[in-house]
């Protein structure tokens, strides 16, 4: 079983940035494909991005983040990051971390992913 545990959430104005963290336990971190999912209040819980190879050389984003976000990895630490950056009113939604044990390569479907974290609060004031 493996938990995760998010933070870094927070109140921050249109232009501002925050960086998430994700902390997980267990001892084969490294072998996971990891994500950022976000749900916004009445909206289905979207893709934001996702980190696949050990290395973290191999990363993907939603198009609506690329260029202001970036996922990155730290596995001495077990832990994967999220920096936004230039953040607009509508990146507000709580932001999920998770883990996917076998990559398939699968990574924009929530289905994919094995364990989640319990979600972290990001809001952006115009």
């Known amino acids: 079983q493996v938990q995760l545990v998010e933070t870094g959430g927070g109140l921050v104005q249109a232009g501002g940035s925050l960086r998430l963290s994700c902390t997980a336990s267990g001892r084969t971190f490294s072998s996971y494909a990891m994500g950022w999912f976000r749900q916004a209040p009445g909206k289905e819980r979207e893709f934001v991005a996702a980190?696949?190879?050990?290395?973290?050389?191999?990363?993907y984003y939603a198009n609506s983040v690329k260029g202001r976000f970036t996922i990155s990895r730290d596995n001495a630490k077990n832990t994967v990051y999220l920096q936004m950056n230039s953040l607009k009113p509508e990146d507000t939604a709580v932001y999920y971390c998770?883990?996917?044990?076998?990559?398939?390569?699968?990574?924009?479907?929530?289905?994919?992913?094995?364990?989640w974290g319990q979600g972290t609060q990001v809001t952006v004031s115009s």
């Open positions: 980190i696949i190879n050990r290395s973290g050389s191999s990363t």
């Open positions: 998770a883990a996917d044990s076998y990559y398939t390569g699968t990574y924009q479907s929530r289905g994919a992913y094995d364990y």
